[in-house]
């Protein structure tokens, strides 16, 4: 019992610490107007959207770029866009098809933030660039097909969703984002890529200036 008492007073002292500094880390977060930063992060990319895909084993890439945010109305909300690269792709087997594709996509996202003391929430669209592309196709005997990038979709857009933590100039965030352009771009291929469509989780570390 007395633990418990004395973890119940450790917890409301922290939340009283808490709650004393959060008008001091929301002007930080707010002052000085618009501000730019830096963004790096862990991307776990996959594809979906097609019932005939299986064994869809995702890739883990990275991500990183510039942001800029732009505080609206009493600062508590912000639009923050952001340019990015970002390595995207996976595995899977449809049919009798064995895929493995890889993307690196120069991509736009335009969020609408909405931070309360250390907390952010964001959504938005994004669009995206198909810099650069790898992969490899094989059939059912594993005989590898050949692979042209050019019959891939150059072009994506989307949306994402996220929450994240911020102290000060450093935010911690956790985003899920989805594409809605298949990335298939030539009905040659549909036996190979059909309807797949990107689908991403980003765990990203962000400085603000």
């Known amino acids: 019992m007395k633990t418990k008492r004395i973890a119940l007073r450790n917890l409301l002292l922290v939340l009283c610490l808490l709650g004393m500094a959060m008008p001091t880390l929301q002007a930080q977060m707010t002052e ?12 776990g990319a996959n594809l979906y959207d097609d019932a005939k895909a299986e064994d869809r084993d995702g890739r883990i890439g990275f991500t990183g770029g510039i942001f800029t945010k732009i505080p609206l109305g009493n600062g508590m909300l912000s639009l923050r866009p952001e340019l990015l690269l970002a390595t995207k ?13 890889k993307f690196a996509y120069i991509e736009l996202p335009v969020s609408l933030e909405f ?12 669009a995206s660039y198909l810099a650069n592309s790898s992969g490899q196709f094989k059939d059912g005997q594993g005989n590898p097909i050949g692979f042209n990038n050019e ?14 933590i911020d102290f000060g100039n450093i935010g911690v965030h956790f985003r899920l984002s989805r594409g809605l352009k298949d990335v298939g771009d030539d009905p040659s291929i549909d036996d190979l890529v059909g309807s797949l469509k990107n689908a991403a989780w980003t765990l990203s570390v962000a400085y603000g200036f």
């Open 32 to 43: 000085g107007g618009v501000r730019f930063g830096l963004k790096i992060g862990l991307n």
């Open 89 to 101: 792709g996976a595995k899977y087997q449809r049919d009798s098809f064995i895929s493995s594709l």
């Open 115 to 126: 931070n309360l003391a250390l907390l952010n929430l964001h959504g938005g669209l994004h």
């Open 151 to 164: 019959t891939l979709q150059k072009l994506d857009f989307g949306w994402h969703v996220g929450a994240g």
